[in-house]
C-alpha cells in the first residue's frame, strides 16, 4: 500500500485539482490520500473530510503550526502504507503516475523521484523532455520511499520551517544510508506555476528564505559537497559580499521590469537579481563560511 502525502496551506483551489488527478489513477496499487492542512484559513479541511469516505480514501490531518517538513512528518505518521509518495498541493498527476512509482520502488527500498513539468497553467499538460531529468536525490514535490526507511532516517528536519532544502537534507541523510537512487521517467508530474504567482516581491521572499536555509544546512552537513550545492563555497561568498552592490540589483531590477526590454534580456536578468538576493543573503549570514 502507498500512502500520497499532501502538504497544503491555503491552496483549497490547487487541491481541488490534485485530488481530482488522484481519484483517476490508473493501474496504481492500493493507496490512501493524507491532507496535511498546515494552518489553512479557506476551505481546505471541508474539501478533505467530504471526500473522507470516497475511493481512494483521502485522510485529513492538521498541523497547525506552518511549516512543510513538519507537516510532512505529521503525515507520515499517520500513513498507513508500507511506501511514502509526496507530492505538492499545485501539481497535476498524469493517471500512471503511482503505478509508475511502484513500478520503480519493485517492492524493494529505493528513493524514487520522477521528472516535474513546471507550467503556467492547468491547461498545460506537455510530455517530459530530457531538460526535465533531476540528479537531485530526493525532491518532496515528487519522490517516494519506505515508509520504515523514511521513519529510521528521522523523517524531514523541523529546523528548517522557511523556504527551501529540508528535502535536500534528508536526502543526503537517506544517500548516507545507502538507500539506493532511482528517476523514473514515467513518474512524472506538472507543477502548476501561475504567472501572477511568480512575482518578482514572492520570489525575491523566497531567495531569502532560501539563503538562510542554506546556512542551516551548511551549519549541520559542513562538507564540500554541501557547499557546493547551496553555493557557500569561499569564491562564491566573496562574489556576495564585494562584487553585488546594491546599484546593481537595482540595474538588474529595472531591466526585468522594463516593458521596452525584450522578454529573453528581462527573463535573464529576472535570474540574475535573483540570485543576487540570494547569494547576497548566504554572504550576509555569519556562520555561511565557517
Avoid at 102 to 117: D, H, K, M, S
Avoid at 221 to 234: E, K, N, V
Avoid at 259 to 280: F, N, V
Wanted: hydrophobic share 40%.
Amino acid at each position: 500500500m502507498i500512502s500520497v502525502v499532501i502538504a497544503s496551506k491555503d491552496r483549497e483551489h490547487f487541491l481541488r485539482g490534485a485530488l481530482a488527478t488522484l481519484d483517476a489513477q490508473a493501474g496504481a496499487p492500493p493507496f490512501e490520500v493524507i491532507v496535511v492542512d498546515n494552518g489553512s484559513h479557506d476551505g481546505t479541511r471541508s474539501l478533505v473530510e467530504a471526500r473522507s469516505g470516497g475511493d481512494p480514501p483521502v485522510r485529513y490531518v492538521a498541523e497547525p503550526h506552518p511549516n512543510r517538513a513538519r507537516a510532512r512528518n505529521r503525515g507520515a505518521e499517520a500513513a498507513r502504507g508500507d511506501y511514502l509518495a509526496f507530492c505538492d498541493d499545485d501539481v497535476l498527476l498524469p493517471e500512471r503516475w503511482l503505478a509508475a512509482h511502484a513500478a520503480a520502488q519493485g517492492g524493494g527500498n529505493f528513493v524514487v523521484n520522477g521528472p516535474i513539468l513546471n507550467v503556467g497553467s492547468p491547461e498545460r499538460r506537455p510530455a517530459p523532455r530530457a531538460v526535465n531529468y533531476s540528479r537531485a536525490y530526493l525532491c518532496s514535490c515528487n519522490a517516494s520511499v519506505r515508509k520504515a526507511t523514511f521513519i529510521d532516517a528521522g523523517g524531514f528536519d523541523e529546523s528548517f520551517n522557511l523556504y527551501g532544502w529540508e528535502d535536500t537534507e534528508l536526502g543526503l541523510r537517506l544517500r548516507r544510508r545507502h538507500v539506493p537512487w532511482k528517476f523514473s521517467w514515467d513518474a512524472y508530474l506538472w507543477h502548476i506555476k501561475p504567472p501572477q504567482e511568480q512575482t518578482l516581491a514572492i520570489e525575491g521572499r523566497k531567495a531569502v528564505e532560501k539563503a538562510l536555509m542554506a546556512r542551516r544546512f551548511v551549519a549541520k552537513h559542513p562538507s564540500l559537497r554541501a557547499r557546493l550545492a547551496t553555493g557557500a563555497y569561499l569564491a562564491n561568498m566573496a562574489r556576495g559580499r564585494y562584487l553585488i552592490p546594491d546599484w546593481l540589483l537595482a540595474f538588474y531590477g529595472g531591466l526585468a521590469t522594463s516593458r521596452r526590454a525584450p522578454h529573453w534580456l528581462s527573463t535573464l536578468m529576472r535570474r540574475q537579481l535573483l540570485d543576487g538576493i540570494y547569494t547576497r543573503e548566504l554572504a550576509r549570514t555569519p556562520d555561511a563560511d565557517s
